[in-house]
């Protein structure tokens, strides 16, 4: 299946004129396309299918279980597909099933283990304090919430990506806002405290993936992770980012990605 991964549009402030790549057969977002959802818009009427895992941007200012059956009644309303700890198979055009598991899968911020956890918290609670959300009953969703979720996140994932094909499905493309390694790290940022608001540490999980999408990172990744006796698995970051920071320099709407 050839797909076309779009993400980090940030439409609440940027202008981004979306356009069909040709000979894609299916549309993934990847993400914060839009923080006032307005520009969800630009992809309804599609020609093809499209598949939606939300962002961190598309909660900021929300309840967060609101948001989330908000954001699921407009895409449905513009016929687009949210995936939130969710998976759906569909064919190819050469009538290979392709498995789609989506998940926003929040940080853990154990991204250099437990023992940086707390330095990476504390950077966590200021990505938490712009974001301004809230969850149950109106509590602050701070970085403590913000872990609690990306465990759930994590151990959904991990369940979803042990269960065997049976004939089912021919491929597996996982789908998550938030990247599964620190190999998809921002190179102006490395290793500081902050990357892990967002990079998580699934590099065991790629493996289990023929294909990884994911956006959050305002850059560029493509790399393979080994497998032995099989096809490497694939991780590809199309996030757009932001003109004024010349984050979009190198953005490739229209890049064809194949599993």
Same mark, same amino acid.
């Given at each position: 299946?050839?797909?076309?991964?779009?993400?980090?549009?940030?439409?609440?402030?940027?202008?981004?004129?979306?356009?069909?790549?040709?000979?894609?057969?299916?549309?993934?977002?990847?993400?914060?396309?839009?923080?006032?959802?307005?520009?969800?818009?630009?992809?309804?009427?599609?020609?093809?299918?499209?598949?939606?895992?939300?962002?961190?941007?598309?909660?900021?200012?929300?309840?967060?279980?609101?948001?989330?059956?908000?954001?699921?009644?407009?895409?449905?309303?513009?016929?687009?597909?949210?995936?939130?700890?969710?998976? @759906?198979?569909?064919? &190819?055009? +050469?009538?290979?099933?392709?498995?789609?598991?989506?998940?926003?899968?929040?940080? $853990?911020? #154990? %991204?250099?283990?437990?023992?940086?956890?707390?330095?990476?918290?504390?950077?966590?609670?200021?990505?938490?304090?712009?974001?301004?959300?809230?969850?149950?009953?109106?509590?602050?969703?701070?970085?403590?919430?913000?872990?609690?979720?990306?465990?759930?996140?994590?151990?959904?994932?991990?369940?979803?990506?042990?269960?065997?094909?049976?004939?089912?499905?021919?491929?597996?493309?996982?789908?998550?806002?938030?990247?599964?390694? @620190?190999?998809?790290? &921002?190179? +102006?940022?490395?290793?500081?405290?902050?990357?892990?608001?967002?990079?998580?540490? $699934?590099? #065991? %999980?790629?493996?289990?993936?023929?294909?990884?999408?994911?956006?959050?990172?305002?850059?560029?990744?493509?790399?393979?992770?080994?497998?032995?006796?099989?096809?490497?698995?694939?991780?590809?970051?199309?996030?757009?980012?932001?003109?004024?920071?010349?984050?979009?320099?190198?953005?490739?709407?229209?890049?064809?990605?194949?599993?």
């Amino acid at each position: 299946m050839r797909l076309q991964l779009l993400s980090d549009l940030h439409l609440e402030t940027e202008t981004f004129e979306a356009q069909p790549a040709p000979g894609a057969e299916l549309l993934v977002l990847a993400g914060d396309i839009d923080a006032t959802w307005a520009g969800l818009e630009l992809f309804a009427n599609w020609p093809v299918p499209v598949i939606f895992v939300p962002g961190n941007h598309e909660f900021d200012g929300r309840d967060m279980a609101e948001a989330l059956a908000g954001l699921r009644a407009r895409c449905t309303e513009l016929g687009m597909t949210l995936l939130s700890r969710e998976t @759906l198979i569909l064919p &190819d055009d +050469r009538g290979r099933r392709i498995r789609f598991v989506g998940t926003v899968r929040w940080s $853990d911020f #154990d %991204l250099f283990g437990a023992a940086q956890r707390e330095r990476a918290m504390r950077a966590g609670h200021y990505f938490t304090r712009v974001q301004r959300s809230t969850h149950e009953g109106g509590q602050p969703f701070d970085a403590d919430a913000v872990r609690a979720t990306g465990l759930a996140d994590r151990l959904w994932l991990e369940q979803a990506l042990a269960v065997p094909p049976q004939g089912q499905w021919d491929a597996t493309v996982v789908i998550t806002h938030f990247a599964p390694s @620190l190999r998809s790290g &921002d190179p +102006r940022y490395g290793k500081q405290p902050g990357t892990a608001s967002f990079c998580n540490a $699934d590099d #065991d %999980l790629i493996p289990r993936a023929d294909l990884w999408l994911h956006g959050h990172l305002h850059c560029r990744h493509d790399y393979t992770v080994d497998r032995p006796g099989r096809a490497p698995s694939r991780v590809v970051c199309q996030a757009r980012g932001l003109v004024k920071k010349g984050e979009a320099e190198t953005h490739d709407p229209l890049k064809l990605i194949e599993v």
